[in-house]
């Protein structure tokens, strides 16, 4: 565990040296994500100024709902975007042989080499919004409750993560530039509206299949209407199902993986 934990830091050393040598496009990349935070935030209020309630939800908890999943995308574009970005290049030029000769995990080492040193500076700013969002909620907010939503929050890092490399894994096979990971683009709209809006089969899907859901949304839900034990266990089934059949997936994709040698 040391081990890993000094390369990591090691990692996040190397790119903030790399990302200070091209200011430009690191300042570029910070007015890129504010501008992303404020539509996501002015979607909402223009909505509000013509109705009270969404899918049951006021406008402070949809401010709180809005804040976390502006939050999730921060830390997922700042630990994990950019090395997922390069993994289906890796993989179809053979330089996935460098990774997977090395003394560590490959998928440690692929997955959190490139520490994006412009989306930290978002990250702040994506931390100081989820707080003015607690400042303004309306409900009665204990340490516990705080405590437990931020874990969910945390624990929402990793299906999003998972349903990434789900879409990126099929390159081993299909030899394609990106993969699936336009579908998870396209998809991950879901996991940006409370998922009480869905019903029948899309519920399913967006809760279970595709889990969206359960990256935001289910935490905001049991945060606001309390904590309910059978959710809490469905979140957490979901996303330990998730993951490791992601690990099988990998797992079989490294069998097929055809490297440069070959």
């Known amino acids: ?91 179809n030029r053979g330089d996935l042989d460098f990774y997977l000769i090395r003394p560590v995990k490959p998928l440690f080492f692929l997955s959190l080499r490139d520490f994006s040193a412009s989306s930290f500076v978002n990250l702040i700013i994506a931390i100081g919004f989820f707080a003015y969002s607690l400042i303004t909620f309306r409900g009665v907010i204990t340490p516990l409750d705080l405590f437990v939503y931020v874990l969910l929050i945390l624990n929402g890092v990793l299906p999003c993560y998972v349903l990434q490399m789900l879409m990126i894994i099929p390159v081993f096979w299909t030899h394609s530039r990106r993969g699936f990971i336009d579908l998870f683009y396209s998809m991950s709209l879901a996991l940006e509206r409370p998922h009480q809006i869905y019903q029948g089969w ?61």
């Open 1 to 91: 565990m040391k081990r890993y934990l000094r390369l990591y830091l090691y990692f996040l050393r190397f790119s903030f040296s790399k990302a200070l040598e091209f200011r430009i496009d690191f300042g570029f990349r910070i007015i890129m994500d504010v501008i992303y935070y404020a539509v996501n935030i002015l979607f909402f209020k223009v909505i509000y100024l013509h109705t009270p309630f969404i899918a049951g939800w006021r406008e402070d908890e949809i401010m709180v709902f809005v804040a976390s999943y502006l939050l999730i995308d921060a830390i997922i574009m700042t630990v994990f975007s950019a090395n997922m970005w390069w993994l289906p290049f890796y993989i």
């Open 202 to 262: 899309m519920k399913v899907l967006f809760t279970s299949v595709l889990p969206f859901a359960l990256i935001a949304s289910f935490p905001a839900t049991l945060f606001f209407r309390g904590w309910n034990v059978t959710d809490l266990i469905h979140l957490m089934v979901i996303t330990i199902l998730a993951w490791v059949i992601m690990l099988f997936f990998w797992n079989v994709g490294l069998k097929s993986y055809s490297s440069a040698s070959s």
